[in-house]
């Protein structure tokens, strides 16, 4: 068991100074945030619409709506995450 976390400190120290000596510019964390921003957004709106109206989305067209935004919204914060982490 020790020398599982020794092993692991030691690459955990061993990243951190490589990522400190590669001079490697630091991209803005911006398009994650906004984009995780506008899907909590979004969830809290689909929320309220929910326990306020029994019958939302009122037809199958409005669902799919629903449903695609809601998988555009995912995506585009897994791929902001993605963007400014490579």
């Keep these: 068991m ?6 692991i ?3 955990a120290e061993h990243a951190a100074e490589a990522g400190a000596n590669a001079g490697e510019e630091h991209k803005s964390e911006t398009p994650f945030f906004a984009a995780g921003a506008i899907l909590v957004i979004f ?3 689909i929320s309220v619409f929910g326990f306020k109206r029994p019958d939302f989305p009122a037809n199958a067209s409005a669902a799919r709506g629903v449903m695609a935004l809601s998988i555009a919204l ?10 400014v982490s490579a």
């Design 9 to 11: 400190l030691a690459a």
């Design 74 to 83: 995912v995506a585009a914060a897994a791929f902001s995450i993605v963007y």
């Design 43 to 45: 969830s809290i709106v």
């Design 2 to 7: 020790s020398l599982t976390i020794s092993t």
